[in-house]
């Protein structure tokens, strides 16, 4: 009772009890003040007028709003614009000291000159060793982002390098696809981390996106012993030098109501979930006789590979168990798998962005999913455009989008039958040579239906 504090931030009351409290029980921040200056960047943005402004902590030393700063890991130096904490707003400063969390307005021009968990100090007394800084994140999942005009390459660039400003866990790298043309890969820690850069790229940076499916880092095992590690199918070896396919895999935690276990089971079973145990948390009232399950709540514990888990597996879990039921869930490392590339074919040429790693054991339904899904997305052609899904070179699904056909007859009342010979044997000759030509575009929805085809 001693701990808790009656406090009303309305009326004020407890509120110097309440500072007092903090002064007395949380430490006092270590280090030396009279040591050079070492402060921890935990985060940044990017201001057009004061450049790369960096929020910190001082741990040792002093930074006045006057003289060089140097980042420690980038050996980069700048003149100080601008000294200041935040109340709640950014207010200017002359100096920040020891223990002291505000901003310090860099002025470096480049957004990754500064990034998170590295260290700044005074560049005419600068610190002998930096911080230790943040761990390095790894990102698990990757999808390959694009713009919808392709003049706009060097704005998404430029967003990409100011979103990972302040958001280390983001990585990306240049690629290009015969499909969408230039764009980048990504790298990102999950799905909803996936989803908010995406809407901030779109929202305050403005920029039209085509997204690929998301996909996860596989280790693949090669003949001669060596072993590399592929974020893209595009970027799968031939098959001769694969000796063999490791896929990441988690341990994964449902808690939910005990009617929903037969559900939450058959659809762990059919992504390939291995069963571990199942524990009751809390028993409720009607478990016993009515057989209903009631209030309790159950703990069912899987292993089960990342990749079936990217797609609609949290949706899925929802919609069973009426919203009821949460997941959670740890990576255990990498597993061998009987895996292939599952390439989409339009008009004969491959397209990379659809193309998806899966078990062989599935390969043939999602194949012919996806082929029935895309001859619904694509638009028809004044040429016949065959859809097909090949593992290798062995086609396992197709199906034609057919040719739009223009009456070259409706002018023709009566007259030789020669005529309307000549004339439809022409149009059969354009269509043959739009066929070897002719090119077909492919719309996001397109790419966006990989997820929404059923698992």
Same mark, same amino acid.
């Given at each position: 009772?001693?701990?808790?504090?009656?406090?009303?931030?309305?009326?004020?009351?407890?509120?110097?009890?309440?500072?007092?409290?903090?002064?007395?029980?949380?430490?006092?921040?270590?280090?030396?003040?009279?040591?050079?200056?070492?402060?921890?960047?935990?985060?940044?943005?990017?201001?057009?007028?004061?450049?790369?402004?960096?929020?910190?902590?001082?741990?040792?030393?002093?930074?006045?709003?006057?003289?060089?700063?140097?980042?420690? @890991?980038?050996?980069?130096?700048?003149?100080?614009?601008?000294?200041?904490?935040?109340?709640?707003?950014?207010?200017?400063?002359?100096?920040?000291?020891?223990?002291?969390?505000?901003?310090?307005?860099?002025?470096?021009?480049?957004?990754?000159?500064?990034?998170?968990?590295?260290?700044?100090?005074?560049?005419?007394?600068?610190?002998?060793?930096?911080?230790?800084?943040?761990?390095?994140?790894?990102?698990?999942?990757?999808?390959?982002?694009?713009?919808?005009?392709?003049?706009?390459?060097?704005?998404?660039?430029?967003?990409?390098?100011?979103?990972?400003?302040?958001?280390?866990?983001?990585?990306?790298?240049?690629?290009?696809?015969?499909?969408?043309?230039?764009?980048?890969?990504?790298?990102?820690?999950?799905?909803?981390?996936?989803?908010?850069?995406?809407?901030?790229?779109?929202?305050?940076?403005?920029?039209?996106?085509?997204?690929?499916?998301?996909? %996860?880092?596989?280790?693949?095992?090669?003949?001669?012993? @060596?072993?590399?590690?592929?974020?893209?199918?595009?970027?799968?070896?031939? =098959?001769?030098?694969?000796?063999?396919?490791?896929?990441?895999?988690?341990?994964?935690?449902?808690?939910?109501?005990?009617?929903?276990?037969?559900?939450?089971?058959?659809?762990?079973?059919?992504?390939?979930?291995?069963?571990?145990?199942?524990?009751?948390?809390?028993?409720?009232?009607?478990?016993?006789?009515?057989?209903?399950?009631?209030?309790?709540? %159950?703990?069912?514990?899987?292993?089960?590979?990342?990749?079936?888990?990217?797609?609609?597996?949290?949706?899925?879990?929802?919609?069973?168990?009426?919203?009821?039921?949460?997941?959670?869930?740890?990576?255990?490392?990498?597993?061998?798998?009987?895996?292939?590339?599952?390439?989409?074919?339009?008009?004969?040429? =491959?397209?990379?962005?659809?193309?998806?790693?899966?078990?062989?054991?599935?390969?043939?339904?999602?194949?012919?999913?996806?082929?029935?899904?895309?001859?619904?997305?694509?638009?028809?052609?004044?040429?016949?455009?065959?859809?097909?899904?090949?593992?290798?070179?062995?086609?396992?699904?197709?199906?034609?989008?057919?040719?739009?056909?223009?009456?070259?007859?409706?002018?023709?009342?009566?007259?030789?039958?020669?005529?309307?010979?000549?004339?439809?044997?022409?149009?059969?000759?354009?269509?043959?040579?739009?066929?070897?030509?002719?090119?077909?575009?492919?719309?996001?929805?397109?790419?966006?239906?990989?997820?929404? %085809?059923?698992?």
């Amino acid at each position: 009772a001693d701990e808790v504090h009656m406090v009303s931030a309305k009326s004020g009351q407890g509120i110097d009890e309440l500072l007092q409290s903090i002064v007395d029980r949380v430490p006092s921040p270590k280090g030396e003040s009279d040591s050079p200056l070492r402060a921890l960047i935990f985060d940044s943005k990017y201001d057009p007028y004061k450049g790369v402004v960096a929020y910190v902590r001082v741990l040792d030393g002093e930074v006045s709003s006057r003289g060089k700063i140097r980042v420690m @890991s980038a050996d980069k130096e700048s003149e100080i614009l601008e000294v200041g904490y935040f109340q709640p707003g950014p207010t200017k400063s002359t100096s920040l000291k020891r223990g002291e969390v505000g901003y310090v307005a860099t002025g470096l021009k480049s957004v990754g000159d500064a990034p998170v968990g590295d260290t700044l100090t005074m560049a005419a007394r600068p610190a002998s060793e930096p911080l230790t800084g943040y761990e390095t994140l790894k990102p698990m999942v990757f999808a390959g982002l694009y713009p919808a005009d392709g003049e706009e390459y060097l704005a998404l660039r430029e967003a990409l390098e100011k979103l990972q400003l302040n958001d280390a866990a983001l990585t990306f790298t240049p690629e290009s696809s015969l499909a969408l043309g230039t764009g980048f890969r990504c790298g990102f820690l999950g799905l909803l981390h996936m989803d908010i850069v995406q809407e901030r790229l779109e929202r305050e940076y403005d920029v039209d996106l085509l997204a690929t499916s998301p996909s %996860v880092a596989y280790n693949i095992l090669l003949t001669d012993g @060596s072993e590399i590690e592929i974020e893209s199918p595009a970027k799968l070896p031939q =098959p001769q030098r694969i000796e063999d396919y490791r896929e990441p895999w988690l341990d994964l935690s449902i808690i939910t109501p005990a009617a929903y276990i037969g559900p939450i089971m058959e659809l762990v079973q059919t992504r390939r979930g291995i069963f571990n145990k199942m524990e009751y948390l809390q028993y409720g009232n009607s478990i016993v006789g009515a057989g209903d399950g009631g209030d309790a709540r %159950v703990l069912l514990e899987y292993e089960i590979p990342l990749a079936e888990v990217l797609m609609d597996f949290y949706d899925q879990l929802k919609a069973k168990t009426s919203g009821y039921a949460s997941m959670d869930y740890a990576l255990s490392g990498y597993r061998s798998g009987d895996l292939v590339k599952l390439d989409i074919l339009v008009a004969g040429e =491959p397209v990379d962005a659809l193309s998806i790693m899966i078990h062989r054991s599935e390969a043939a339904r999602q194949g012919r999913a996806l082929v029935d899904k895309l001859k619904e997305l694509i638009p028809r052609q004044m040429f016949e455009v065959p859809i097909q899904a090949a593992i290798g070179n062995r086609i396992i699904a197709r199906e034609n989008i057919r040719a739009l056909r223009k009456n070259v007859l409706a002018k023709c009342y009566g007259g030789d039958v020669s005529r309307k010979r000549k004339l439809l044997e022409k149009q059969a000759e354009g269509k043959k040579r739009m066929k070897r030509v002719g090119t077909v575009e492919i719309p996001q929805e397109a790419f966006l239906s990989i997820l929404k %085809v059923e698992r």
